[in-house]
């Protein structure tokens, strides 16, 4: 009875596998294998201070933004394919585990920011998919790392930014430059200086950071992240991405 029903629901919504499209499954063996062996090695995808992502720490990411990795995540991002969550978490989640095993120095309890998505991303997808995709990555995270996660989901865009997709190097900076705000996390307000009633630093201030995205491209938006954390005083360690395009592998 229930392989008779699956095959009636398959009738109605075909399954389609979320790498190569193949009928039939969701993720096909060959993608899976495909997506390990593209994700094997997370690595340090831009070095340290002054280059084209963070001006502090560096930017780790699984693999490469091509083939069955991209494939796997405009499906998930932009196709509604949430049931890919768990297959793409696993490489997110080695991503984590590189950036503790290169930067020795991060703390016990380290502080994750994603990279905010704007209110008009989350009226389109109904959900905020890469913030999704880190809290899941995050599960079971502690005992491969060591360390025990914070999530802090404290980034705002304050004013509106165009779609990164097809601008130039100088586009993508320019139009994230000073784009996002650190909110108050007990209020949701922006935090600007100190807010009236509530005496002292950010809670954030002095902690380590590490900023969590899904591609890293030109790190306009990485760049901006740390921008927005360091002026509140927070101390950005490492960003974390799934994947990073060509153009973004300058480092090891």
């Known amino acids: 009875m229930a392989s008779a029903l699956a095959a009636v629901a398959d009738l109605a919504l ?5 790498g190569c499209a193949t009928a039939g499954t969701p993720w096909c063996p ?3 294998h495909a997506l390990a062996h593209a994700t094997a ?4 995808v831009a070095g340290r201070a002054g280059t084209a992502a963070a001006p502090d ?3 780790f990411a699984a693999g490469r933004y091509e083939g069955v990795l991209r494939s796997a995540l405009v499906a998930y991002k932009d196709h509604g394919r949430r049931d890919l969550l768990d297959v793409l978490a696993t490489p997110l989640r080695s991503s984590f585990v590189a950036a503790v095993a290169l930067r020795p120095e991060l703390g016990r309890t380290p502080v994750v920011v994603p990279a905010p998505s704007s209110v008009r991303s989350r009226r389109r997808r109904g959900d ?10 995050l599960s079971g995270a502690d005992v491969l790392t060591g360390r025990t996660w914070v999530w802090a989901p404290l980034l705002r865009h304050v004013r509106a930014v165009d779609d990164q997709a097809g601008l130039s190097r100088w586009q ?4 994230t430059d000073h784009a996002f705000v650190v909110v108050d996390p007990s209020t949701g307000r922006l935090w600007r200086g100190r807010p009236r009633g509530r005496p002292g630093p950010h809670p954030l201030v002095g902690r380590d950071v590490v900023v969590v995205d899904d591609v890293v491209t030109t790190g306009a938006t990485a760049r ?10 927070a101390r ?3 960003v974390v991405a799934l994947a990073a395009t060509p153009a973004a592998q300058r480092g090891t």
């Open 14 to 18: 075909p399954l389609l596998c979320g």
């Open 30 to 32: 060959e993608c899976a």
């Open 41 to 44: 090695y997370p690595r340090i």
């Open 57 to 59: 720490g560096a930017v």
């Open 128 to 137: 905020v998919p890469t913030a999704l995709l880190a809290r899941r990555a």
């Open 172 to 175: 993508r900076a320019r139009n």
């Open 224 to 233: 901006e992240c740390v921008r927005a954390l360091r002026e509140i005083g």
């Open 236 to 238: 950005p360690v490492a």
